[in-house]
T-cell receptor
Framework: NAGVTQTPKFQVLKTGQSMTLQCAQD?????MYWYRQDPGMGLRLIYY???????DKGEVPNGYNVSRLNKREFSLRLESAAPSQTSVYFC????????????FGPGTRLTVT | GQQVMQIPQYQHVQEGEDFTTYCNSS?????IQWYKQRPGGHPVFLIQ?????EVKKQKRLTFQFGEAKKNSSLHITATQTTDVGTYFC???????????FGKGTKLSVIP
């Protein structure tokens, strides 16, 4: 079992370009999350999906969109990248109670110039 | 908004010394979780505390949840070089569906 996978691992974008970060899980979990991690800031929730077909905003949703394509996949889209979106992005899942442990993917390191 | 404050931000210890990191929430928490992130890696779940005053141990690691369910601590006894990394607490505020992470404590262990 791969657990939680993310693609790509690294990406460099120019300001204004768009891209989609992909996340997939084979854990049969209902809930999926997108976080960003900046130095000294901990992890901040961008969006989450409690189940297939539902998405909700987190703490820092501006500039991002998400799609819960099916139970396995949850993508994060940057429509017009900005330097402030330079960060490490982590996808996470849990079994769906919001109370249990979260399993994180390996992360995508994004630089916007 | 809801906040989880974590101190210290950095801690350098000699191998064999003890280490403690503290979390404080502005609101009552349903539970608190602890994660460890190695340099260049992703957060890995360590433990979850749910009950008021709960204490759990994992080998050299001791986790506590305060009586008021607003604070927590992680204590490592006799640190080893394998303990290096950043330790995050993450609280689930009562009535919320969103974990709020502390900013983490970065532990360095000098051999």
């Amino acid at each position: 079992n791969a657990g939680v996978t993310q693609t790509p691992k690294f990406q460099v974008l120019k300001t204004g370009q768009s891209m989609t970060l992909q996340c997939a899980q084979d854990m049969n979990h209902n809930s999926m999350y997108w976080y960003r991690q900046d130095p000294g800031m901990g992890l901040r929730l961008i969006y989450y999906s409690a189940s297939e077909g539902t998405t909700d905003k987190g703490e820092v949703p501006n500039g991002y969109n998400v799609s819960r394509l099916n139970k396995r996949e949850f993508s994060l889209r940057l429509e017009s990248a900005a330097p402030s979106q330079t960060s490490v992005y982590f996808c996470a899942t849990n079994s769906g109670t919001h109370r249990g442990e979260q399993y994180f993917g390996p992360g995508t390191r994004l630089t916007v110039t | 908004g809801q906040q989880v404050m974590q101190i210290p931000q950095y801690q350098h210890v000699q191998e064999g010394e003890d280490f403690t990191t503290y979390c404080n929430s502005s609101t009552t928490l349903s539970n608190i979780q602890w994660y460890k992130q190695r340099p260049g890696g992703h957060p890995v779940f360590l433990i979850q505390l749910v009950k008021s005053g709960e204490v759990k141990k994992q080998k050299r690691l001791t986790f506590q949840f305060g009586e008021a369910k607003k604070n927590s601590s992680l204590h490592i006894t006799a640190t080893q070089t394998t303990d290096v990394g950043t330790y995050f607490c993450a609280g689930l505020p009562a009535g919320s569906y969103q974990l709020t992470f502390g900013k983490g404590t970065k532990l360095s262990v000098i051999p």
